[in-house]
């Protein structure tokens, strides 16, 4: 479980896709992060709205927050965030509902000595308003950030959400935890679900 020493990301969305860092919590009460890379600068400051992510072999966890105070030095950053309340990411929090949506899939993966932007096209097969299930030709493993862009199938209009991979299933389906939206996506994507839902007879287990 989350500790004093534990390694935790700390995320927010950019008009890019999702920035990470990587960070070892100091203290709980109050909740301070210091950076574990000097070359991976915070870059963020108090005020701003973050999700922290905390991955193990057998459990994710996610909690939104926002920093309460930032401070950087040569050795690295030192951030003091809002009191933290764990939610598990591998538990659907709501029920899913079939879905026809298309859209695109990004995800940033490590490649030698440079960060590597992997882009695909995706379909979602269901849906609710803290994720889906999704195929795409990408190679995503349980863990993986994503930046999901889905088109609304009413105006066209693009929406940008950002989830963790939750479970991955042979050939190229990925089970995603959503945990943070970018500006009115979470609104439009629960309006999109209530209008599916209304016209769905079932939801899916």
């Known amino acids: 479980m989350v500790r004093t020493g534990s390694t935790v990301l700390i995320v927010n969305s950019t008009p890019s896709g999702a920035a990470r860092r990587t960070g070892k919590i100091l203290s709980v009460n109050p909740f301070l992060i210091e950076g574990l890379n000097a ?78 932007i992997i882009s695909a096209p995706l379909k979602i097969e269901n849906i609710s308003e803290t994720g889906c299930f999704l195929t795409a030709q990408v190679p995503l493993i349980r863990g993986d950030l994503v930046s999901i862009a889905l088109t609304d199938p009413l105006t066209s209009g693009c929406h940008k959400l950002f989830g963790i991979v939750a479970r991955a299933v042979e050939p190229n389906g990925y089970g995603v935890e959503f945990f943070d939206y970018s500006q009115n996506s979470h609104a439009w994507l629960a309006d999109l679900v209530e209008s599916i839902k209304t016209h769905s007879s079932r939801g899916v287990a």
């Not at 999700?51 to 950053?77: C, E, F, M, R």
């Not at 933290?84 to 929090?93: G, M, N, S, V």
Request: charged share 25%.
């Open 39 to 116: 070359d991976q600068p915070l870059g963020l400051q108090a005020g701003e709205r973050v999700s922290l992510i905390y991955s193990s072999p057998d459990l994710q966890l996610h909690s939104p927050s926002t920093i309460v105070d930032a401070k950087s030095g040569p050795d690295g950053w030192l951030a003091e965030l809002q009191p933290i309340d764990w939610t598990e990411l591998e538990r659907r929090r709501a029920i899913r509902y079939p879905a026809s949506l298309e859209g695109d899939i990004s995800v940033v993966l490590e490649a030698g000595s440079a960060p590597q």
